[in-house]
C-alpha cells in the first residue's frame, strides 16, 4: 500500500517543520511548502525522498494551485492530509499615527496582507483540497488549520492577526461539519505562544518559560485530529501541555437557537441560486 501523502504549508519553520518531520517519522510523504526557498529546499534535501519542497506564496491562488496538482502528481495520485499552517503577524499597525497620505491628502491604503495569508488562503487551499480529496481512491481526507489562541480571544497589538484567527474558528465551525458528507473533515488548532520564528527574535528570549506551549502539545493535537475520523468542525485551544475542546458560545435564547440549529432548509433554498450566480458578483 502506498503511503500517505500530506501537504504542509509554512513547512520550512516552526510548527510546520516540527510536523513535517513527525509525519515523515510515521511513514507520511510531506508536500513541504514556504514561501521561503532556501530553507525549504535545504530541509527538504536532509529530510530525503518522501519530501518535496514547493515554493509557494499561499495568498497567490496560480501557487497554491501548482503546489496542490504537484504534491497530488507526486504521491502517485494521492492527496490524504492538509495543514493549512502558513501564517504572518500584523504588517501595518492599524493604530498608525502618521499614516502615509496620497496626493488629495487621503490615507493610503493599509496593507492586509495578514487577512490574505493567515484567512483568504486558508479558504482557497480547502477550495483545492475538496478538488483533490474527491479523487482519491477511497474519496476524502483531512484539514486541519492554525488558528492562534488569538482566534477566541483578541490580541490588541495584532487586530489583523486576530480578525483573521476569528475568521479561521468561524471557517472551521461553518464547514466541517458540511464536508463530512464527502468524507473530509475540518478542524483547527489555537495554540497559545509556543517559540517559533513568528516571534520578533529580539524579544523572544525574555518570554516567561512558565507561559511557554511545547511543539509537544501542538504535535498531540494535530495527532488527534488526523487519528480519527468523525470528528470535524472542531477547535482545540492549546495551552502548555493541555487541549482544549471549545464550543461555540451558548443560543442566548429559543430564537436563536433554532436559527442556528433548525433554519437550515430555508437558508439552503435562499442560497441555492448561488452556484449559478457565481462569477457575476
Ligand atoms: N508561534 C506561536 O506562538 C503561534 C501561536 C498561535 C498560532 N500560530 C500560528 O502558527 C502558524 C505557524 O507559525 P509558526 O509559529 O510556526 O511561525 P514560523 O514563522 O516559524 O513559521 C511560519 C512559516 O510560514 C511561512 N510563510 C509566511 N508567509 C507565507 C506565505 N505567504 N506563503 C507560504 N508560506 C509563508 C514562513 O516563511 C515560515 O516558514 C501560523 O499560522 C501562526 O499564525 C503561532
Request: proline share 4%; aromatic share 8%.
Amino acid at each position: 500500500m502506498s503511503k500517505p501523502v500530506a501537504i504542509i504549508t509554512g513547512a520550512a519553520s516552526g510548527m510546520g517543520l516540527a510536523l513535517t518531520r513527525h509525519l515523515v517519522s510515521k511513514g507520511w510523504r510531506v508536500a513541504m511548502a514556504d514561501i521561503d526557498s532556501e530553507n525549504g529546499s535545504r530541509l527538504s534535501s536532509e529530510l530525503g525522498a518522501d519530501t518535496i519542497f514547493q515554493q509557494t506564496d499561499v495568498s497567490n491562488y496560480a501557487e497554491q494551485a501548482r503546489l496542490f496538482s504537484r504534491a497530488f502528481t507526486w504521491g502517485g495520485n494521492r492527496l490524504d492530509f492538509l495543514a493549512a499552517n502558513a501564517g504572518i503577524d500584523d504588517k501595518q499597525s492599524l493604530y498608525e499615527i502618521n499614516e502615509a497620505l496620497d496626493a488629495d491628502g487621503i490615507p493610503k491604503e493599509m496593507n492586509l496582507k495578514t487577512i490574505r495569508v493567515d484567512l483568504d488562503a486558508v479558504i482557497q487551499g480547502i477550495w483545492l483540497f475538496k478538488h483533490y480529496a474527491r479523487k482519491n481512491n477511497t474519496p476524502g481526507g483531512k484539514i486541519v488549520i492554525t488558528s492562534s489562541a488569538a482566534g477566541i480571544y483578541s490580541m490588541a497589538t495584532n487586530p489583523l492577526y486576530t480578525s483573521a484567527k476569528h475568521g479561521l474558528v468561524g471557517l472551521v465551525r461553518a464547514c466541517g461539519p458540511q464536508f463530512s458528507e464527502e468524507n473530509i473533515t475540518v478542524n483547527c488548532i489555537c495554540p497559545s505562544f509556543v517559540p517559533t520564528g513568528l516571534c520578533p527574535p529580539h524579544v523572544l528570549h525574555k518570554f516567561p518559560k512558565e507561559h511557554i506551549t511545547p511543539m509537544s502539545t501542538v504535535l498531540k493535537a494535530f495527532d488527534t485530529f488526523i487519528g480519527d475520523n468523525t470528528m470535524t468542525g472542531q477547535t482545540v485551544e492549546l495551552s502548555l501541555g493541555h487541549l482544549y475542546f471549545r464550543k461555540q458560545p451558548e443560543w442566548a435564547n429559543e430564537s436563536q437557537k433554532w436559527l442556528g440549529e433548525e433554519s437550515g432548509e430555508f437558508w439552503k433554498e435562499a442560497y441555492e441560486s448561488l452556484a449559478t450566480t457565481e462569477g457575476n458578483l
